[in-house]
């Protein structure tokens, strides 16, 4: 069983929302509350990119791109990260990811497509 797995993704038309999922199935919470983690997104043709953050004392970060119409939040006990995306445009459109930071190693989820039509 993989380490975070992402869930949520779909297609939605502009203007729609969406909440992604990342669960931490394998961690124990004594190690998954102290992380960092982050949703990266990556678009057909394009760099996979980092959308947002959240610590351990839930201090966020967001690309400008996704500012005041995403939000990143986390239930530590239910070791899931999640991402509410609101007011969707075709250029939020990719393969979402969940990463963080543990055991040494950078862990990656499998990806969820998001696919916002027009």
């Known amino acids: 069983q993989a380490h975070l797995v992402e869930s949520g993704g779909g297609v939605v038309q502009d203007w729609g929302s969406l909440r992604l999922s990342c669960v931490a199935p394998r961690m124990i919470t004594s190690t998954f509350n102290p992380l960092t983690f982050n949703w990266y997104r990556q678009a057909p043709g394009k760099q996979r990119e980092l959308v947002a953050s959240?610590?351990?004392?839930?201090?966020?970060n967001y690309a400008d791109a996704v500012k005041g119409r995403f939000t990143i939040s986390r239930d530590n006990r239910r070791k899931t990260v999640y991402l509410q995306m609101n007011n969707l445009s075709p250029d939020d459109t990719g393969v979402y990811y969940c990463?963080?930071?543990?055991?040494?190693?950078?862990?990656w989820g499998q990806g969820t497509q998001v696919t916002v039509s027009s």
């Open positions: 959240i610590t351990s004392e839930r201090l966020t």
């Open positions: 990463n963080t930071h543990a055991y040494g190693t950078d862990l």
